[in-house]
């Protein structure tokens, strides 16, 4: 069960990592420039997701098993360079 002070000590922290400028915003930023006010709107979004992505994982305990069992850490890794690699139409 989770205690709603242990939410908000999760929250708090997350949000505020959230909005701190980073690697993001240089990402979001270089798209508006190339592709406008669009382009900047869908980079965000991309970036909200994947920290929602992130935070969900973690909350739920995703990120310990990771660290745990090198061979799952591995094939995730690995994943995620075939991802990168595989051709967009």
Do not use: C, E
Not at 64 to 84: D, R
């Amino acid at each position: 069960m989770i205690i709603f002070a242990q939410l908000i000590t999760f929250l708090i922290p997350t949000l505020v990592l959230n909005v701190t400028p980073g690697p993001d915003l240089l990402y979001v930023f270089g798209h508006s420039i190339k592709g406008g006010p669009k382009a900047a709107r869908d980079a965000a979004f991309g970036v909200w997701v994947g920290y929602l992505v992130h935070v969900a994982l973690v909350g739920f305990g995703i990120a310990t098993v990771l660290q745990a069992s090198p061979f799952i850490f591995k094939s995730v890794k690995f994943a995620g360079a075939i991802y990168l690699l595989w051709p967009i139409p």
